[in-house]
């Protein structure tokens, strides 16, 4: 009986766990370079320093995932973006982690 106790806490513990991850894309126009990029990412990984942030100019995406919730309401990370004079078309913000710019953008697509 405790095996089966013990089997059944720790399914509930992980799949809390992997649940709680969340991500968050924002389709980000005017980015034209690395420099561009390196903006983006800086003013992201300040407005949320326990973000994993990965931004791609070629793919005009910001990546930021987080191993809990987001502690930014899609409405910062806009604004966030904003601050570094590109255009935000769209945010969108998903509960899995999501690491390839290219799997990001048909997201937001």
Known sequence: MLKK???FLGFILFSTNLFAAQTQIAQVNG???IKCQK???KALQAASPSATVKVSWPEG???SSYPDKSDLSNEDYK???LGTGFEVIKVVSV???ITDAGEA?????
């Open 61 to 63: 995406v910001a990546v």
């Open 31 to 33: 980015m034209m370079c």
């Open 5 to 7: 106790y013990i089997i």
């Open 39 to 41: 903006m983006v990412t």
């Open 95 to 97: 509960d899995k982690i």
């Open 105 to 109: 953008r048909k997201l937001v697509d």
């Open 79 to 81: 604004k966030a973006i």
